[in-house]
Structures are given as structure tokens and as C-alpha cells.
């Protein structure tokens, strides 16, 4: 028999935003030059072939009976998930089903999923994970700059920065090639642990989790103070920093010490460091937005980018790292409550009319914005709730806030159904598995942290078995009474429907071609039409509000949600580790990532751990008012001695999420994953 020779295919990683650049030989997995990584992989990136043949995968649709899932064949399975739906929304109205999406899902899959949702079941309750992820920093960058792109500019625009100021970021072991990026002298890290990014940095400011926007303030107020204010560009690119200024006025950076433990000479120096950069950037991510007020927090660092007059000028600018691989797309297509396709407003009736034109359906017919993401969860078999849900790309059980609830909440449902291509805690609870291809099996397109448009192409063919999520959205659609050719499944004819939905929205993709993809055009939306360069830095001659200006935010500092008391004295704080994913569903399944990494842990400084009797390697419970976790102890010296941080990539007793406070923020719905209040003790 001849042998032969596998297909080479350039493609992007599975995981993170970065969506480094790999070539694949069948499975095997080879880093290439692609401007965000320039040849680096992290190890996660490394073993991401291996999961296409791992054992765990899942080739069988499984449908509970008596209390057990077994195999039965797809056609059943779908007929039975599609009537079970039918008989719902019959009896109980439409938005009795839900949806659940993830910013892993590829553009075509938000989209299709998003349509799915509002044509075929007609339900307004549809949300999806990003919500837990950038959303504060999507609504500050609206708010301030009437548009959010994570970064409005290429990653290697950093290169040349003389100043980075990172806010609540540990890309060495979230984005490890990312790292290159930051040659500059100047780099000043936020974050209330010592992390391997902190090792690096010129500055490290230590604050109390929590209270980055009173630290935002100071660091503002010495700018104003020492002269460093950019006056020109406020008169001429921004409104509101008076009313912005008459709060941080008040917080002098002796103030702002006694409440974030930061040293007012650290707030100086900071300030002076990056007034004196002729370029310069500040970044957040998710540890300055993961708050009951993180889309104020975002916005007081915006203030601060502002006062320095970075935004929208060459060479210096202000960016939030999105966090999942489609994290940007993800949010653009539709799978989010409030909106349609090109980052449009589900209450606009421009919008409505628009995308129902090119979906065929009359405006009418579409459902208003549903409930956000953890309001979804946490309503599932409510009376007014939904009673079944669908997920596509998340696994609650271990990454959604108060998970114990949510696992309650959850087993409430009449029907819960779960496609994915391993059996994740949260399909493990399912009463129907859809199994799905995978990112190499399948083509579709994901746009990365710097808002650029990638193409991912199939390298190689899919167990038997399995179907591709566009394939599941088609089988149900149909079999729901949509024509067929309203659900295509192939990725190309998915995506020039979506050209034409986004085409003059703010997400603009319609001169964006599978062609011009795989010609390498470096395509950075919007791109209004084909003969169009695409738009690598947004913002250079105004911003996207009506009137051209960014907008100061007036914001001051309240704390968490829940501070510590006498009965919860210390504050958790929640993370990643290099080596595990998320909600670690699928690098768990890679024995050299799990065998780095094997279970969760917790961070602790070593007079705190004393004295709660805590020796290194013991197993501590760690209790908030929402539950408890078993952690294996790690004395760490730079900890401070007010707070502990836990890894969320464990199941089980090991969830950090069995902690977490589900405290949201008005605006974004985030939750507040990065602090709750609690105690630590023997097990
Ligand atoms: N290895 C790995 N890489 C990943 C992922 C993964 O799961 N694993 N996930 C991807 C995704 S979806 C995302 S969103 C990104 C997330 O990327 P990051 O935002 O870099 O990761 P986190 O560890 O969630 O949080 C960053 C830091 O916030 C700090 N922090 C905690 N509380 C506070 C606070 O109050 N203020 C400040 N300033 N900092 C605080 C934490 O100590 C932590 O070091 O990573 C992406 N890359
Ligand atoms: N305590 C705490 N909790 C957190 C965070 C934190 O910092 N602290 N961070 C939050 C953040 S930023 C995020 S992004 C969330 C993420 O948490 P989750 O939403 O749970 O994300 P993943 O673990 O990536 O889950 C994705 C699931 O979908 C599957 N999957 C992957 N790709 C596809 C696909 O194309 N189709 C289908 N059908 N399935 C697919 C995977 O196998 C996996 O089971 O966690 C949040 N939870
Ligand atoms: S940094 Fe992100 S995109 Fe790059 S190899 Fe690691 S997980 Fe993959
Ligand atoms: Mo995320």
C-alpha cells in the first residue's frame, strides 16, 4: 500500500488570542513565522495536535437513558433534541430554550449559532461565555472611544514603546510569545501577585485585589500634580476630564496608598515613567476587569491613557489583550444577547431591519436582547426561566462564577444538550452529547487580539462519528422547519452571509475574503469593501463618537463587592497557569501539560499560611460564603499576606469557582471572579 504523505497546512493554535502561527503535518504541530508569536509556540500550543487523537475524543452522539449516557445514532438523536425543543416552545413559548456560545467558536459558528437562535428556535435567550471574559473592557472602550477593538493597533507596534504599563496581565503564562513584544525599558506591571511577567518588569505595583481604581486615580493625580498633563491633545481629542479630574483630586497618592498598599512613590515614579516615554502604551486584561465594577476600573485606566494623551496617537496607544481565541470575533457576530451581526444593537431598528433583509426573515419576527450570560445560568428552570439549554463552546460546571448554583441550576432543566468534542464536566451532566470536529478537521476564521481577520483551513479528515457544530446547527434547523439552505455548512458560504450582515456595521467584515485570506492579506477590521487595506490602527484622526472625541469617565472607587470581614479575612483571587486551558476540559486530556500541573493549588505567604497552620504541600480548605475548595498549598514569599489566588482549571472539589462571588457589574454583567472574601483552614 503506498503511504501517503500528509497534507502541510499553515494554520493558527486552538487556544489563546495570540492565535500563533503553526503548520501542521497531519497532527503534528510545527510553529511558523506569523507577526504575533514570530516563531514562538507555548507548550500549549506544542501539544495541541495531540488532542486530535486522543482517546477521550468523543465519535458518538449520546443520549441519556435510564440515567446513562450511551451511544445512539446521529439522525435519532437529532430527531429526538429537535422535538424534545418543539414540544418546549409549544407548551411554554420560545424562550424556553436557551443558548449558550463561547468566544472559541470560529466567526462562521457565532454567527450561524446566533441566527440559529433567533430564526429557528425564535428565543431571545442567548449568551455565551465572553461575557465572563473582556466584556467591562468592551464597554469602557465604547463608552470612552464610541468602538471597541481589543487593540486598535498591531502587536508589533509594542516593540517600539519606551513605556508598557501592564494592568492585571500575566501574558508570560497566558500569551508566553507575547512577552517578545515587550522590549521596552519601561515596563511597569499591576497585579497583586508576583507573577512570571512581574519578574520582568522595571516596576511592579503591588496593589490590594480590587482597588486598581483608586490606584488608576493616584497614578492620575501625581500626572496632574508633577505637570505631566497633556493639555493639547485633551482640548483637542476628549471631553469630560474636568469632572473626571474633580474626582481624582481628591485621591492624592497618600490617599491611594493607605487603600491599595501601593507606595505613593511607586504611583509617582509610574507617572513619570510613562509621561517621559516619547512612546508609550497601557494595557489591561482580565485582572483589572473580572470586578462587580470592572467596566469602571477599565475606564479609569482609559482616563489615565487619556491624560496622557496615548490613544489614537502613532507609535502610543491604549489596547485590552482579549483572552479567547475568537475572544474579539466572538463578540461581533451575534451569540451575545444585546446584538446582531457587525457588532450591532439588537434594539436598533436600523440593525433589525438590516440583518432581518439578509436572513430573509421580516424584522418583527427577531426577539429582543435576552438575559446576559450568569443571568441566563442562574434563571435556568426558574418558573419564568428557560428549561432546556444548548451549549456550544463552554464549560459552565468548572469556569461559570458560584458554580455549585449553577450546577444546581443546571440539573433543574428539562433538557440539557452539550456539543463538544471531549466529555467536559458540563457535557458530562448533559442528557444529549453532540460530538464535533475540531479546529484542524474543520476551516473557519477567528480574529485575533489585534482585531486581524485569520484564515484556519482543514488539515486533516475527522474520526467518523463526529459533525461539525455548522453541520449540528443545520441538522436541528431543519428538522425545527428552517429551509435548508438558511443553515449552510460549509464555512466559505457561511461567511459571505456574514459579510453581508456586518457590511456597514461597526464591525465592518465585508471586504474580508476567504481569497484574500489565503493570500496572507493582513486584514484588520473594519474592511468596508474588497478593494479595502483593512484598518491595522484605528483612532489616528478621531475617535468613533459623533463628535470625533474620546470620553473621560467620571468613576471613583467603591472596593469589591464583598470585602473581607472578621469571619472571610483574606480576599481570593483567581487565575491561569501556563500549562492549562480555561476550564482545562481540554488540556487536562495532554498528559505532559496535566503532568506539569497536575491539580489545583493555592498561593499563600508563608505568615498566613503559619497561622492557619498550613505547612507546603498540605491541603488546605479554602470557604467563602458560596462554598469550599481542597487546594494543595504553596508557601509563596511575594505573596501578600491579605490574599490567596487559586488556578480555575481543576473539576471537582478542586473548582475554584465553588468560591467565587457572582456580584455583576452594571454595565458589562461581568462577574466579579477576581475577589471574594474568605478563610482558609486544614482539611
Ligand atoms: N495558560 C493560559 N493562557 C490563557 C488562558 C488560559 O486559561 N490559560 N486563557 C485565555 C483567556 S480566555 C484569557 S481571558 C486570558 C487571560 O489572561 P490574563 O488576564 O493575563 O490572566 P489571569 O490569570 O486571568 O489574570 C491576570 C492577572 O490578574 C491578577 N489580578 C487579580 N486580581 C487583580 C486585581 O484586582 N487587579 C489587578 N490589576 N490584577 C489582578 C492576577 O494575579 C493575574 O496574575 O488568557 C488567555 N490565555
Ligand atoms: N474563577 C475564575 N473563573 C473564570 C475566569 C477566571 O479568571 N477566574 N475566567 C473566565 C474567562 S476569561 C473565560 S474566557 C471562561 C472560559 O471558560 P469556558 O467557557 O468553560 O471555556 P473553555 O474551558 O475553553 O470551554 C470550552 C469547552 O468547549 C469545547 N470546545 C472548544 N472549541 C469548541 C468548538 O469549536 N465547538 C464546540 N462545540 N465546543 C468547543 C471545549 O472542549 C471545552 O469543553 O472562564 C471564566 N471563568
Ligand atoms: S500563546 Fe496562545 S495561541 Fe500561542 S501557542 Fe500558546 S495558547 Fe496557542
Ligand atoms: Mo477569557
New binding site residues.
Given amino acids: 500500500m503506498t503511504q501517503l504523505a500528509a497534507p502541510v497546512v499553515d494554520t493558527h493554535c486552538?487556544y489563546c488570542a495570540l492565535q500563533c502561527g503553526m503548520r501542521l503535518t497531519g497532527a503534528q504541530v510545527e510553529p511558523r513565522e506569523f507577526p504575533t508569536n514570530r516563531g514562538g509556540l507555548c507548550q500549549k500550543g506544542w501539544t495541541s495536535g495531540s488532542l486530535l487523537t486522543n482517546p477521550a475524543r468523543l465519535t458518538s452522539p449520546l443520549v441519556r437513558v435510564n440515567g446513562e449516557l450511551r451511544p445512539v445514532s446521529w439522525e435519532l438523536t437529532l430527531d429526538y433534541v429537535a422535538g424534545r425543543l418543539a414540544g418546549l416552545r409549544a407548551e411554554h413559548g420560545p424562550d424556553s430554550v436557551a443558548v449558550f456560545g463561547?468566544?472559541?467558536?470560529?466567526n462562521e459558528?457565532s454567527y450561524l449559532l446566533g441566527k440559529f437562535a433567533r430564526v429557528a428556535l425564535g428565543t431571545s435567550q442567548i449568551d455565551?461565555?465572553?461575557r465572563?471574559?473582556?466584556s467591562s473592557a468592551a464597554a469602557a472602550g465604547m463608552r470612552a472611544f464610541g468602538l471597541d477593538r481589543g487593540m486598535p493597533f498591531p502587536v508589533e507596534d509594542l516593540r517600539k514603546a519606551d513605556a508598557v504599563l501592564l494592568v492585571g496581565a500575566n501574558p508570560a503564562e497566558t500569551m508566553p510569545p507575547f512577552m517578545q513584544h515587550l522590549t521596552s525599558t519601561g515596563l511597569i506591571v499591576v497585579d497583586p501577585r508576583r507573577t512570571p511577567t512581574a519578574e520582568q518588569a522595571t516596576l511592579h505595583l503591588k496593589p490590594r485585589p480590587g482597588t486598581d481604581l483608586a490606584l488608576a486615580l493616584g497614578i492620575l493625580h501625581a500626572v496632574v500634580a508633577d505637570g505631566h498633563l497633556r493639555h493639547d491633545y485633551i482640548a483637542e481629542r476628549t471631553t469630560g476630564f474636568d469632572a473626571a479630574w474633580r474626582i481624582a483630586a481628591a485621591w492624592w497618592p497618600e490617599r491611594v496608598e493607605r487603600v491599595t498598599g501601593v507606595a505613593a512613590s511607586d504611583q509617582r515614579r509610574a507617572a513619570a515613567l510613562l509621561a517621559k516615554a516619547r512612546k508609550a502604551y497601557i494595557l489591561t486584561a482580565?485582572g483589572t476587569e473580572?470586578h462587580a465594577r470592572g467596566t469602571d476600573m477599565v475606564g479609569a485606566w482609559i482616563n489615565l491613557a487619556l491624560a496622557l494623551g496615548l490613544p489614537g496617537t502613532p507609535g502610543s496607544g491604549y489596547g485590552c489583550l482579549t483572552?479567547?481565541?475568537n475572544?474579539q470575533g466572538g463578540r461581533e457576530h451575534g451569540q451575545k444577547a444585546d446584538q446582531l451581526p457587525g457588532y450591532r444593537k439588537i434594539d436598533d431598528p436600523a440593525a433589525r431591519e438590516h440583518v432581518a433583509g439578509v436572513w430573509g426573515v421580516p424584522p418583527e419576527s427577531l426577539p429582543g436582547p435576552g438575559r446576559s450570560a450568569y443571568e441566563l445560568l442562574d434563571a435556568l428552570g426558574n418558573e419564568t426561566g428557560p428549561r432546556a439549554l444548548l451549549?456550544?463552546?463552554?464549560?459552565?460546571?468548572?469556569?461559570?462564577?458560584s458554580a455549585g448554583s449553577v450546577v444546581d441550576r443546571l440539573s433543574s432543566l428539562d433538557i440539557l444538550v452539550?456539543?463538544?468534542?471531549?466529555l467536559?464536566e458540563?457535557?458530562s451532566m448533559a442528557d444529549v452529547v453532540?460530538p464535533?470536529?475540531?479546529?484542524a478537521e474543520e476551516s473557519g476564521t477567528m480574529t485575533n487580539l489585534e482585531g486581524r481577520v485569520l484564515l484556519r483551513g482543514k488539515a486533516i479528515d475527522a474520526p467518523d462519528g463526529v459533525r461539525s457544530?455548522l453541520e449540528?446547527l443545520h441538522g436541528l434547523a431543519t428538522r425545527l422547519g428552517q429551509p435548508a439552505e438558511r443553515f449552510p455548512t460549509d464555512a466559505e458560504t457561511v461567511f459571505e452571509e456574514l459579510r453581508r450582515a456586518s457590511a456597514g456595521g461597526a464591525a465592518d467584515y465585508s471586504g474580508v475574503t476567504y481569497d484574500r485570506l489565503r493570500d496572507g492579506e493582513a486584514l484588520h477590521w473594519p474592511v468596508p469593501s474588497v478593494d479595502h487595506p483593512g484598518t491595522p490602527r484605528m483612532f489616528l484622526d478621531r475617535f468613533a463618537h459623533p463628535d470625533g472625541r474620546a470620553r473621560f469617565a467620571a468613576v471613583d472607587h467603591t472596593g469589591p463587592a464583598e470585602p473581607a470581614d472578621a469571619e472571610y479575612p483574606l480576599l481570593a483571587t483567581?487565575?491561569?497557569v501556563l500549562q492549562h486551558?480555561?476550564?482545562?476540559?481540554?488540556t487536562r486530556l495532554v498528559p505532559e501539560l496535566l503532568d506539569a500541573v497536575p491539580e489545583v493549588f493555592v498561593e499563600i505567604h508563608p505568615d498566613t499560611a503559619d497561622r492557619a497552620g498550613l505547612a507546603e504541600g498540605a491541603i488546605a480548605r479554602v470557604v467563602s460564603r458560596r462554598g469550599s475548595t481542597l487546594a494543595r498549598v504553596r508557601r509563596v514569599a511575594s505573596m501578600r499576606t491579605d490574599t490567596v489566588f487559586?488556578?480555575?482549571?481543576f473539576a471537582g472539589e478542586q473548582r475554584?469557582?465553588l468560591?467565587?462571588n457572582p456580584a455583576l457589574d452594571p454595565t458589562s454583567r461581568m462577574?466579579e471572579?477576581?475577589v471574594c472574601a474568605v478563610r482558609i483552614e486544614e482539611a
Fill in positions: 486552538p463561547g468566544g472559541g467558536l470560529t459558528k455565551y461565555n465572553g465572563f471574559c473582556m482580565r473580572q483572552g479567547q481565541g475572544g451549549v456550544f463552546g463552554s464549560n459552565m460546571v468548572v469556569s461559570a462564577p452539550v456539543a463538544d468534542f471531549v467536559s458540563t457535557a453532540l464535533v470536529t475540531q479546529w457544530d449540528v483567581t487565575g491561569r486551558y480555561q476550564s482545562g476540559a481540554q487559586l488556578p480555575f482549571h475554584a469557582n468560591l467565587t462577574p471572579f477576581k
